[in-house]
């Protein structure tokens, strides 16, 4: 589900997606919201385009590991950028069904100025993607939790995940007794706490 909202003439719709989704793929719901240059034709003269910016926002559901790929870097290579948000606000736009063409203000791939990506699961399903979906199979379970609590470190210190991610890192460490640095996820718990009560 995707909601165009535009302040320019008080356009509001809302479309519906049917995606191919994986089977057992953990429910991850993504929101986008941010600036984008709306270009029209206006009346029959090709020659005479209208741009406005316009406020939109999304909220799509992730339904396969690809799609995850396609917006998260798989390595999670440090001193790489974790979130590819500009090209996945790019396929946000290109997906819209409309006459207008909707461009972001920038062209690089993996920064969106102007725009706030999220990421929300509960705790379960964070655990769910990254010990079944994300981190090899060729380790033992100890080395396994631990590159995943390190994964969900890498995200949350992006910005794009949720309070739900920390809590699956707090819940790996306790789980097999790792060896991990857990201060950054308690500083994030309480930080999201202390953001709700204000």
């Known amino acids: 589900m995707s909601t165009e909202t535009s302040p320019a003439d008080g356009e509001h719709r809302d479309e519906t997606e049917s995606e191919q989704s994986s089977p057992g793929f953990p429910t991850l719901t993504v929101t986008a919201e941010g600036v984008a240059e709306r270009r029209q034709q206006v009346g029959s003269s090709l020659s ?6 316009v406020q939109l926002s999304f909220t799509t559901t ?3 590991a690809s799609e995850w790929e396609g917006l998260v870097n798989p390595t999670f290579r440090t001193h790489y950028p974790t979130i590819e948000r500009g090209a996945f606000v790019d396929r946000l736009l ?22 706030d ?13 990254m010990m079944g979906f994300l981190v090899r199979k060729d380790r033992d379970d100890e080395d396994r ?54």
């Open 48 to 53: 005479c385009i209208e741009t406005t910016p």
């Open 117 to 129: 990506l999220g990421i929300e699961a509960p705790a379960p399903e964070w655990k769910r993607l």
């Open 62 to 64: 992730l339904g396969s």
């Open 145 to 198: 939790a631990y590159q995943a609590a390190s994964n969900l470190q890498q995200l949350l210190a992006s910005g794009f995940a949720n309070a739900g991610a920390a809590l699956a890192a707090l819940d790996l460490v306790d789980e097999y007794d790792l060896d991990h640095p857990t201060e950054s996820f308690r500083e994030y718990i309480e930080n999201d706490i202390g953001g709700e009560e204000d």
């Open 94 to 115: 290109a997906d819209l069904d409309s006459a207008a063409v909707f461009e972001r203000q920038s062209s690089c791939p993996t920064d969106a100025p102007k725009w």
